[in-house]
C-alpha cells in the first residue's frame, strides 16, 4: 500500500493534470465565443471612448466606475496585437483574472490546511463550470472584482493584519465593478481580529466615489445607469412580491439592503472568509434583479468551504447558465431557470449555517480545545 508520503507526492501531478485541462476547455469555449449583448456593449464604449464621449450621458449599457473603461482600452490594445475581437481579448483578461484567483486561493487555503488543501482549492474554482462558463462563454468580468476581494482576505490573514494592502484590495474591488459593495464593512472591525479597522468602512467607498469626479457633470447618468442599476427585473427572489397588490416597486430594493445590512451585522464575528461567503449567498438570495453573472460570486470563496451545499449550488447554477443561453433564451426548453440558482443559494446557506451551529457546540468547541492543548496524559 502507497504511503501518504507516495500519495502527497501524486497530489500536484493530479492538480496540475486536471489544472491543464480546465484550462484547454476554457480557452476551447473563449475561441469559439461569438460574442453578445454584453461583449456588444464593450465594443460601444471603445467607440465612444475613441470619440471622445461621454460613458453615462453617450449609452445606458456603462453601468460601473471608469475602471472598467480603462481595461477594455488594454484588451482593445491587445485584441490589435493579437488580430483577434475584442471579445476574445477581453477572455483573455478574464482568463488570466481567474488563474490568479486560482493562485490566491491557493495561498489563503495552504496557509490555513496545507498544501493539499491549497491545491484543492484552487482547482475547485479554475474547474468549477460556473467560473468556466462566465469568464469564457460569457465575457462577463464579475470574477476580476472577487480577486481583488481575495486579495484583501489573503493580506487580513497576517498577523497582524496588513491594513493598507487590504484596504487597496477592496478599493480595486469596488472600482472594477461594485459586486463586493457591502463586503468591505465586514472588514471593519479590530485589526487584531483580522480586520483593518474602520478605514475599511471608508476607504474604499470614498476611492470609488472620486472615481467618478471627471464624469461628475454626468451625474444623472451615473445615478441611473451605475448607483440604481440592478440587473434584469424579473420574477427572481425578492421581486415575487411585487406580485402582490399594492406592493410599491422600491419595497424588493428596500428588503435588500435591509438582509445585507443585517448580514454585515450579524457576521461581524465570524472568521472573514467565510463571513464573505455568507455575505455573498445573502445578497444572492435577496437581489432585486439578476443577470446570469451574478451566479459566479460565491463560488470562489465556496471554493475555500467545500461541501453539500456548493457542489448542489455549481451544479444547479451551471445548468441554469446553459438554459438561459440556449437560443430561445430558455423559455422552450426545459431547465433551472432564474429560480434554480436562487433555491440552491438557500440551501447552501442553510448548510452553512448548520456548519456554524456544530462548530459553536459544546462538544465541538472541546474538542477544538483537546487539538489545541493535546490529547490528555495518561498516569500509569
Do not use: C
Not at 450621458?57 to 466606475?65: G, I, L
Not at 468602512?201 to 457633470?217: T, W
Not at 440556449?326 to 447552501?348: C, K, R, Y
Amino acid at each position: 500500500m502507497a504511503g501518504a508520503g507516495e500519495q502527497d507526492s501524486h497530489a500536484p501531478h493530479f492538480f496540475f493534470l486536471a489544472f491543464a485541462l480546465a484550462l484547454v476547455l476554457r480557452l476551447t469555449l473563449l475561441l469559439g465565443f461569438s460574442g453578445n449583448y454584453d461583449t456588444a456593449s464593450y465594443e460601444q464604449v471603445i467607440t465612444i471612448l475613441e470619440r471622445g464621449g461621454d460613458l453615462y450621458t453617450d449609452t445606458d449599457r456603462y453601468n460601473y466606475s471608469p475602471v472598467w473603461s480603462l481595461v477594455l482600452r488594454s484588451a482593445q490594445a491587445l485584441s490589435e496585437v493579437i488580430g483577434s475581437d475584442l471579445a476574445v481579448a477581453v477572455g483573455l483578461l478574464l482568463l488570466l483574472a481567474d488563474g490568479l484567483t486560482a493562485a490566491v486561493l491557493f495561498r489563503i487555503a495552504a496557509a490555513r490546511r496545507g498544501r493539499s488543501a491549497g491545491l484543492g482549492s484552487a482547482l475547485l474554482f479554475f474547474a468549477n463550470p460556473v467560473s468556466v462558463l462566465i469568464s469564457s462563454a460569457h465575457g462577463q468580468f464579475d470574477n476580476l472584482s472577487i480577486l481583488f476581494l481575495l486579495v484583501a482576505l489573503l493580506a487580513a490573514q497576517g498577523r497582524p493584519a496588513r491594513r493598507v494592502p487590504i484596504l487597496a484590495a477592496l478599493s480595486a474591488s469596488l472600482l472594477v465593478k461594485h459586486v463586493t459593495a457591502f463586503h468591505p464593512l465586514l472588514f471593519a472591525r479590530r485589526r487584531e481580529h483580522g480586520g483593518a479597522g474602520l478605514g475599511a468602512a471608508v476607504v474604499p467607498y470614498l476611492a470609488f466615489a472620486l472615481s467618478f469626479l471627471p464624469y461628475l457633470a454626468s451625474f444623472e447618468g451615473i445615478r441611473s445607469h451605475v448607483l440604481e442599476y440592478s440587473g434584469l427585473r424579473s420574477l427572481y427572489g425578492t421581486d415575487a412580491l411585487l406580485l402582490i397588490p399594492g406592493v410599491p416597486d422600491w419595497v424588493p430594493l428596500a428588503v435588500f439592503v435591509l438582509a445585507a445590512g443585517l448580514a454585515v451585522f450579524v457576521l461581524r464575528n465570524i472568521e472573514l472568509g467565510r463571513a464573505s461567503l455568507l455575505l455573498f449567498l445573502v445578497i444572492l438570495i435577496f437581489a432585486p434583479g439578476i443577470s446570469r453573472q451574478y451566479f459566479v460570486w460565491p463560488v470562489a470563496l465556496g471554493s475555500l468551504y467545500p461541501g453539500p451545499g456548493y457542489l448542489l449550488y455549481s451544479v444547479v447554477a451551471s445548468a441554469s447558465i446553459l438554459h438561459l443561453s440556449s437560443p430561445s433564451g430558455g423559455e422552450d426548453t426545459f431547465g433551472p431557470g432564474w429560480f434554480g440558482p436562487w433555491l440552491a443559494a438557500i440551501v447552501w446557506l442553510l448548510f452553512e449555517l448548520l456548519h456554524l451551529r456544530r462548530l459553536r457546540s459544546p462538544d465541538a468547541q472541546s474538542l477544538a480545545g483537546e487539538s489545541l492543548n493535546g490529547p490528555p496524559s495518561s498516569k500509569h
